[in-house]
């Protein structure tokens, strides 16, 4: 079983940056690739980055350019930096897990961009 626990959101003004982290732990060597997700209200939960085991990448379009996911093997740690953050970027961000036949979140953390 893996467990995921995310940090790093909070407020931050337009134009800002805002960086995001979620710890693994439990069976993270079951783990294929990780990935940060968004949710608003009344929304669908949406995939805005993800990294696979090989060091891959794939960013919805909204955010190319601006957003940056990596990853510490040495600390079970993958990250989100979020640069040119827009209002529009608002929404509670979960971490997620990707394991054969199985997908884990985390708890989700706020991000609001506004001033």
């Known amino acids: 079983q893996v467990q995921l626990v995310e940090s790093g959101g909070g407020l931050v003004q337009p134009g800002g940056s805002l960086n995001l982290s979620c710890a693994a732990s439990?069976?993270?060597?079951?783990?294929?690739?990780m990935g940060w997700y968004r949710q608003t209200p009344g929304k669908e939960r949406e995939l805005v980055a993800v990294i696979g085991r090989d060091d891959s990448t794939k960013y919805v379009d909204s955010v190319k350019g601006r957003f940056t996911i990596s990853r510490d093997n040495a600390k079970n740690t993958v990250y989100l930096h979020m640069a040119s953050l827009k209002s529009e970027d608002t929404a509670v961000y979960y971490c997620?897990?990707?394991?054969?036949?199985?997908?884990?979140w985390g708890q989700g953390t706020q991000v609001t961009v506004s001033s």
């Open positions: 997620n897990a990707k394991q054969p036949g199985e997908l884990v």
């Open positions: 439990g069976s993270i060597f079951s783990i294929t690739a």
